[in-house]
């Protein structure tokens, strides 16, 4: 698929959206699609030029009024495609699970598949065990690969967190003296009850509000 643009040129308009639509916080989402094509399921010829897509909605997001209080989450199976690295607009489940935690008085659901969590809904899963190492599940074709993953362990690593990457179940994440998710719009979000059980003291951890502020920290500092 080729570049429909150069970078210089998509930043143009990443600026041009935010100050036309008035954004002070919020956020910024583009997508990038191979273009039109006839309805047969098959990819477009490869001059079609490819359809950019870029919106801005503003919210709030440096004080999250979730990331002050902390999630609740439910458990559900994981029945999603077997590519979940893969990211494309393959949500319908993630959208069915997302809208169960609200219908069962949840912020987000935390997906199980053998036993073991594999992701959020549409965020990172992570746990803080009783003698302070953090744990996620490695990077495999079972989660998505997330930007903000990546980033927020490079920031513990540098912190001086014990890292370990394996797959952790809900009887241990119930043991856990912390919970997080971690995304590119909640980036690092306390979750302090799974079905209903605390997690921990029932608060925002230390380990999580610090990752959170070292984000929005370097965050802050990269802007462009």
Known sequence: MPTPM????????????????KVDEGLIYMQISRGNADRDFNF?????PPVVVMFTQARPVLESPLAKRGLKVITLPDIRWGRRDIK??????????KN????????D?????DGFVTEASSANAYIVTTDGKIVTRGLSSDIL???TRKAVLGFAEEAGYLLEERPFTVAEALEAQEAFITSATSF??????IDGQVIGEGVVGPV???LRDVYIEKAVSARI
């Open 6 to 21: 150069s970078a210089p040129e998509l930043l143009a308009i990443h600026r041009k959206l935010v100050a036309d639509n």
């Open 44 to 48: 477009p010829s490869k001059d079609t």
């Open 109 to 113: 659901a935390w997906l199980v598949q």
């Open 188 to 193: 690092v979000t306390s979750v302090l009850s």
């Open 208 to 210: 999580s509000r610090r």
């Open 100 to 107: 169960a935690a609200y219908q069962a008085g949840a912020d």
């Open 88 to 97: 494309t607009v393959q949500l319908l489940y993630p959208s069915m699970v």
């Open 145 to 147: 690969h997330g930007i």
